[in-house]
């Protein structure tokens, strides 16, 4: 497909989607306290998009994945979280 067909298709669906995001990061803005592990991977995660490399999807899925391979004994919660929350962020959510 050409650009200006992947526009036609997809533009509307993207804009919004970054309507949307614009929005959210507007709400935490405004928000109270202190914000969790969440916040900076989410941040880190969008620091894909402002490049132009290749993959930025990948990219940015594997930002908030957890990147280790051996299995855990026990889950920390009862869901998915949505991002990593690497060693760094633990720790300070300990202190």
Do not use: C, H, Q
Not at 30 to 39: E, I, K, N, P, S
Not at 61 to 66: I, K
């Amino acid at each position: 497909m050409t650009r200006n067909e992947l526009l036609d298709l997809y533009f509307m669906d993207a804009r919004a989607k970054l309507i949307d995001i614009a929005a959210f990061l507007d709400r935490l803005d405004r928000g109270t306290g202190d914000a969790d592990f969440r916040l900076p991977a989410f941040l880190k995660a969008m620091e894909e998009l402002a490049g132009n490399e290749p993959e930025r999807a990948r990219n940015v899925l594997l930002s908030l994945s957890d990147p280790t391979t051996e299995p855990i004994a026990k889950a920390p919660g009862k869901g998915a979280v949505g991002a990593w929350m690497n060693d760094e962020a633990r720790l300070s959510t300990l202190s």
